[in-house]
Every structure is written in C-alpha cells, then in structure tokens.
C-alpha cells in the first residue's frame, strides 16, 4: 500500500517560486512503475488536475494554465515527486495534492497560497 505524504507549501509572493514535495512509502518497485499525479483545489472550487509523469519519467503532462511555470518530476530512489512552480499566480493558491492513480491513494495536502 503506497502512502503519500506532501510537503513545501507556503506563502510566496506573485512571481514567486516554490518547489512540491511528495514522499511515498511502501514498494518503491510498484512506485517506480506507476504514474504520479498532482492536483490542486482552490477555496470554493473543485479539485482539478495539474500534471502528471509516469513511472519512469520519461513522459510528463501539465494542464494548460500551468504550462511553461510548473514542472514535474519524479526521484525513484527517493520515492518522491517533485512540482517546481515558477512565476507563480494568485490563482494558483490552493491546496495541491499529490496522487498514486494505481491504488487510487492521496496525500492529505499542502496549502500554497500567492499573495499579490
């Protein structure tokens, strides 16, 4: 069973940076083989996709309104993903999450909040 545990979250100004962790634990073969997800939910609004990578890192995705700020990637030997966001936005504030689509498993989160 893969556990997820986020962490980095903060507050940063408009242009800002931070950079996502997201540990897993448990088998890092099952890890290593699958793809990662992170997501994100504003106040007031529904959770919605942010990027993805698969197991071995060589395919990666991110939704159009994080494209050319945001990048994933993943660690194997650490069992950890990464989400570096660059340029931030106010409406990037959120709680971002990260998911194991396999076993359907979430962290509990970690709050960024931009400020203007």
């Known amino acids: 069973q893969v556990q997820l545990v986020e962490s980095g979250g903060g507050l940063v100004q408009a242009g800002g940076s931070l950079r996502l962790s997201c540990a897993a634990s448990g088998s890092r073969e099952i890890f290593s083989e699958n793809t990662m997800n992170w997501y994100r939910q504003a106040p007031g609004e529904q959770r919605e996709f942010v990027a993805r990578i698969t197991g071995s890192g060589n395919t990666n995705y991110v939704a159009l309104a994080v494209k050319g700020r945001f990048t994933i990637s993943r660690d194997n030997a650490k069992m950890t993903v990464y989400l570096l966001m660059d340029k931030l936005k106010p409406e990037d504030t959120g709680v971002y999450y990260c998911?194991?689509?396999?076993?359907?498993?979430w962290g509990k989160g970690t709050l960024v909040t931009v400020s203007s």
């Open positions: 998911n194991f689509p396999s076993t359907g498993a």
